[in-house]
């Protein structure tokens, strides 16, 4: 009888939670989906799929972490008993899980796709941040060591996470789930799509963020920098969506469309758009660029860690500061009328994510459960630890959404706008 290998895939982001974590989410819906065409027997367990209790912080209003509730740990407890591997993203639970899988002798494998570091900046300051920051790098430490595999998602990534000296084996291929950005469009698709971007005015310049909706996103660097020419497109949702929707207007260059498209849709915005934009300045990867680049569209980012891995200035897209807004003004204007090889840079280096979880699947029986005196003394921790995750979200747990900004100053509380495309 064959082995058929059964995965644990445990995510606070999945489908049909794409506004808050659109390409984790893409990425653990199409890992479970290429595994189960491989035969493999895989379980998804997730915030946004009914199966795990959650609760929001404020730190992303919309954001839904699993909790440490009883049914969570008994769900949990019985799915890792029977499972061969654990996969898992970045997850308040992460520690716990990775106790268990080492008192049952279960590989498991964590994908880190958020800088957590990165994002505090943005969200916090004084003892807050350096306290937080702490324990993320204690966090870090003793889980990289722990665990079968850690992966990330960029070579950058990578790097930032090794020079902390935590234990990290590799980096991911983002490629596996990008195969509906390689797909053809009709030209007169891409002009219709292109004239309902841009209000009817498909001759203005037209640029391209497409992503969540939040701070750390530094959408108001990318304001400041559209030339007055210029069409932006704001493509996503988040808790910015009440401010932003505000500057719609298609006269004054700005079009907000508050909602996750599907990516059949999105790869025909990218094809309609002259250029994507990012002024994020804490990528792990960029999945936006990625694809806009596999639909031949250049772009012009943020020279950040993330989007380095992917362009090279001057050939298949700019890095900038978008600090700087005259300087991104002045550097828009002059992509727009730059040839560019807009591809995506192959790199050999990079892991199939589908295969390493199917090999340490099939290895699972070399990883024995821990000794009976120390799965007790690892049992006590799980418990603290758990004790801590329910102390801080008291602190920390708000009722969603939405979270106020300085790009306006609607309400919070006000009812989301809707506008329909002009045809």
Known sequence: MSFRPRVLIVTPAYPPGMHVGGGVAMTYKTLHDKLVE??????????????????HIRIDPDFRLISASRNNITLLQEQIARADVVICPDTAMMAWMAFQCIRTGTPMIWVSHTNFLRIARHQMSGFEHWFYSQAIHMMFAVMTRMLTKVLTTSKDYLKFMQSYGYQVHG???QGFKTDIFKEKDAEEDIRKT??????NQPDRPMILFAGRLSNEK?????????PDNFILVIVGDGYLRHQLLELHSFEAGI????????????????KAA????????????????????LCGTPVVVQDAKGFRQQI????????????????AKAKLQEAVKMTFDARPIRDPATVDLVDEVLEVARGCHEQQPCGTLFGLFLSIVQLIYMAMVRFVASFYTIKPPTQRSRLATAPASAT????????
């Open 312 to 327: 090279t200035s001057g050939v298949n897209g700019l890095l900038i500061d978008y600090a700087d807004s005259t300087m």
């Open 274 to 293: 002259d250029l994507t934009v990012s002024a994020s300045d804490f990528e792990t990867y960029g999945m936006t660029i990625h694809e806009s680049l």
């Open 38 to 55: 491989r035969d493999a027997d895989s379980v998804v367990l997730s915030t946004w799929n009914g199966r795990l209790d959650y609760f």
């Open 416 to 423: 989301p706008k809707t506008f329909k495309m002009q045809d």
């Open 171 to 173: 980096y991911i291929d």
């Open 194 to 199: 292109r004239n309902q971007l841009s209000g």
């Open 255 to 270: 079009v907000v469309i508050n909602r996750m498209v599907p990516q059949a849709e999105l790869r025909r915005f990218y």
């Open 218 to 226: 530094r959408i108001d660097l990318l304001l400041d920098a559209r």
